[in-house]
């Protein structure tokens, strides 16, 4: 893929790209933990929001928070191995096949290990790295398998994401080893550190090739078939047999590397945000129709969206040919709770609508927000971007992400729009010409948005390895097919998001059709990467049932739940004054219904701003602050927030991210007729109602309305 995996660039993420710094993006790590990444999402597609611009990659992690679930293990009967107890190991070493292991700080009852592996099987390049990876034994003590998953990025330490898949594997850790290994130039596994990559030092293709020719013999020695056979040498050093591997955005990409070259090691293979290793072309044409669909689906399932005035590609090309000829200028409050000065055009509106793909919060607010531009008021929209642009984490942490291997595994595996073997002169005429051709015969590839607009909004970078150095003659490079010619008829499930712009269901209905023993489930309203979700979502549970049995065959009610998935409930308008609020229907048009129905709405879009950001303070839309504290149950305190100009909001409210609770005790200002608003919803349930009970001058009252 592009350049980093999926689009013109990948469908991992780039060194500073959004994918890594979002909460919401990258598996839903805490703040307090969250410090060493800075970039953001999927190939090189994905946008950078670093000293230099928006930089680019594609397909990028995805969004999050996976808790287990009880299951009844059926269907398996592979051997029970025993293993040594995770509860508190008081051993200093743990020998596993022939490796010993040392207990690690990856995650709690991890071992660590590394064995030693020649960079170049050929011999062309001489010398060896250490592989390093962590081994977390099944709770109980007897393991009945190996549970093997790998990153995304390409850049992220599988390591580094230990907890997140434990989460996501649920109660299969009770009986299941887990083996996490760090692909070449990533985490433990001799990490690639380019600092003008990492820091933004430089312009970003300048900065590629300059990593590139930092690595020297090595430039062309971290492609997935590489990293692939390291694995495998690992699984022999374990004495490890068969495992069930997954994968996620860029993971997909590697899982399909490894089954081509060791498809008898594996058990099952699931690739969930997948997108396939060759058949790709470098524009990734299915991103366009992708986010058309997103976008037109996301408000026609909701009220509030589908019956205000107009539809959203309609919208968005009014706003975009506006915007053509004179962009905006707005202050908004950014993702670091501070002001910021924003000028909207076309690029900065391509920027927010692909990211939507890793953040609900984006789909829900996109279509309003497009409309309140198209009305003259761009804040709504200004705060998307500002958002994005400005998430308040700068850190780089190149054993988290490591933007420098990001680069290595792209320039050696993703397609290209100019030949890496040609001169720096040739191939900047053979991606001048390419652009040419494509804007002559296919101008609408990313309609709405220009090819131009595309390419300058800095969500991919389609020249990425354009300084990159030449490959050595009689090198292997470009997108890995198998050795054999086919995929093995292991069990694949392939796991697609139907609202990812990324790695698309269509890519991923490409890459099924490669695997001879396959299933493609579209999670409905599935943002990039299902796997992480609510612990009782569909995505988690068909990682799960797939590992439990073995096999394709569904339960019906996993069929039903991927079908039905919980809607994202978008916002209708974004309305300056009270009297303007879109109320829902079954209300009395009165000041009661509209403030507590703004006020409702006001404790909603906070909650946006907790995924959209790292800060824990900020400001309201039109004013007044806001914090809050809290992790697993977040705690918001209010001091006059305003979603709309007239109603400043106080109190506070509880959001519990597990369950998705809301429960507000809120206070606005007498004169209003309301003193005082109380009650809860759901925040995640599709068809989820708020219940409020209001005190004031117009006497008690309890409201009943579809929650916000």
Known sequence: MGAIINPPLTAGCTALSVCARRKGQVKDWSKETWSGLAAMTGGLASLHASPWGVALTRRALGVAIVVGMAFTLTGFSAPVMARPTAEAPQASTLRVGSVELSPCRVMRDAWCGSITRPWDTSGRVPGTLQVGFAWIPASSGRSIGTLVPHEGGPGYSTTGSGGWFAEMYGDLMRNHDMLLVDQRGMGRTAVIVCPALDEGTMSFVRAVGACGRSLGDRAYLYGSEASADDLAAVLDALEIDRVDMYGDSYGTFFGQVFAGRH??????????????TYGESAWYPTQGPALRRAFTAVCARSALCSGADGLPLPLLESLLDRLRTKPMSVRAPGGDGRWHNVVLDPEAVATVAYNATYLSPTYREFTAAVRAALAGDARPFGRLFAEYWWTGDTSSNPRAYSSGAEAAVSCHDYPQLFDLRSSDGVRKEQYRDAFARKERTDPGLYAPFTIAEYKRSGWTSFGMCREWPKPPKGVSFGPPKPPSGRYPAVPTLVLSGELDTITTAAEGELVTEHFPRSRHIVVANGLHVVGGARPDSCGPRLVRHVIRTGGLDLPTSLEECAATAPIIRAVGT?????????????????????????????????????????????????????????????????????????????????????????????????????????????????????????????????LVFPAP
């Not at 498809?263 to 396939?276: E, H, K, N, Q, S």
């Not at 079954?586 to 129905?597: I, M, Q, W, Y």
């Open 574 to 702: 974004y309305p300056r004054e009270l009297a303007g609020v879109h109320l829902p229907s079954g209300l009395a048009d009165d000041t009661v219904a509209r403030v507590t129905v703004t006020a409702a709405n006001t404790a909603a879009d906070l909650i946006d701003r907790w995924w959209q950001g790292y800060s824990d303070t900020g400001y309201g839309l039109r004013g007044g602050e806001w914090r809050y504290a809290g992790h697993a149950r977040v705690r918001f305190t209010l001091t006059g927030v305003k979603l709309v100009r007239d109603l400043p909001v106080s109190g506070s409210f509880t959001w519990d991210r597990t369950t998705g609770n809301v429960a507000v005790d809120l206070r606005v200002p007498g004169a209003s007729g309301v003193r005082t608003i109380s009650g809860s919803w759901n925040a995640d349930d599709s068809g989820a109602m708020a219940t409020l009970r209001v005190t004031g001058a117009l006497g008690p009252a309890t």
């Open 263 to 276: 498809g008898d090691r594996l058990r099952t293979l699931i690739l969930d945000g997948a997108y396939p």
